[in-house]
């Protein structure tokens, strides 16, 4: 039996991979709850985040919220991350290890951006946590973008980040919602 697949060139162009039918319709529905969601707000908040552990690498993205002005995207990219330190920091570990701030990677972009004069960064803050193992840390990276494209959702926010396993995994998960 041939499983039919539908490529996801039909969303972006430079994307390669394929879904089953279910999976694309839930991409897509995903898309279109995000963009009416976000519809009229040019500073998105997104943030990306990498686990590193013994089996390797997690990656994940997310759209936080959107905003119509530029100092309350900051001001909330501001508080999110050092709740998120905080609370990266509070975390379970495993064995003796407690989580520790690695401060001399603080605001250093790790995941590299794509701009354009549709999508570009405004506001990035990151940091690095990681425990004695020798095997885990976990980066995060928040940032403000200003999206000057009617629909928020163009090829540009998408180009963004190269991250097309990232993307199609969290516009699914609100398609699926």
């Known amino acids: 039996m041939k499983i ?27 898309i279109e709850r995000e963009r009416n969601r976000l519809s009229g707000l040019s500073f998105l908040t997104l943030t990306f985040r990498q686990d590193y552990d013994l089996d390797g690498l997690m990656e994940n993205l997310q759209l936080l919220k959107g905003f119509s002005d530029e100092a309350t995207a900051i001001h909330y990219v501001e508080q999110l991350t050092e709740q998120a330190l905080s609370a990266s920091l509070a975390a379970p570990s495993y064995g003796n290890y407690r989580w520790r701030h690695d401060p001399s990677r603080d605001n250093e972009r790790f995941k590299a951006q794509h701009e354009s004069s549709l999508v570009r960064c405004v506001h990035l803050r990151s940091f690095k946590v990681l425990n004695d193992s020798g095997y885990d840390s976990k980066y995060f990276q928040f940032e403000v973008v200003c999206v000057n494209h009617p629909s928020v959702f163009g090829p540009d926010l998408l180009t963004y980040y190269d991250a097309e396993s990232e993307w199609v995994a969290y516009f699914i998960s609100k398609g699926e919602e």
């Open 4 to 30: 039919t697949t539908l490529p996801l060139s039909q969303i972006h162009p430079s994307w390669r991979g394929s879904l089953i039918p279910s999976a694309f319709d839930a991409l897509t529905r995903g």
